[in-house]
């Protein structure tokens, strides 16, 4: 497999989205250049509708809630916080399959991340704005950024 042909089969998260527990966007960040940012928004909000249903259909334990859909060439994961704050991942679709345990691992991460920004006093989760903090941004674009590297195998 040539150099170009493994990078496009790479596993890539596209989007990493937050939605408040009123369903409200707090952080939706694009990391594609190929898919339009809107598109990312009416992702999240069909997801915000499948969470809602994957909930009120069975009791879950575990905060991760696996592969919500596949749309096109792009799959969405959901994660739903103990404050009903929803997680929603989207990755890039490659030839590699991706492990339920890689995506509890990333959205732990994230998770982490948003619960130190949250443990600042003078911001408010309960608040309908979006997520402005850099410190938050700079988290998340580096578990963006680290995640799946070592998904190619050169040959």
Do not use: W
Request: aromatic share 10%; with cysteine.
């Amino acid at each position: 497999m040539s150099l170009t042909a493994a990078l496009n089969t790479l596993t890539k998260i596209s989007c990493v989205a937050i939605i408040g527990k009123m369903n409200n966007p707090m952080f939706i960040k694009n990391y594609s250049n190929e898919v339009d940012e809107l598109k990312f928004h009416y992702l999240a909000n069909i997801s915000c509708d499948l969470i809602e249903a994957k909930i009120n259909q069975t009791k879950y334990n575990d905060s991760y809630l696996g592969l919500l859909y596949i749309m096109e060439d792009l799959a969405v994961y959901g994660y739903l916080t103990n404050t009903k704050m929803k997680i929603i991942i989207i990755l890039t679709i490659s030839i590699n399959p991706v492990k339920d345990m890689e995506m509890k691992q990333i959205f732990k991460k994230v998770h982490g991340v948003y619960s130190n920004l949250i443990s600042n006093p003078f911001y408010d989760p309960d608040s309908r704005n979006t997520i402005t903090s850099t410190s938050f941004i700079k988290g998340v674009d580096k578990i963006v950024n680290t995640s799946f590297q070592n998904d190619v195998s050169y040959s």
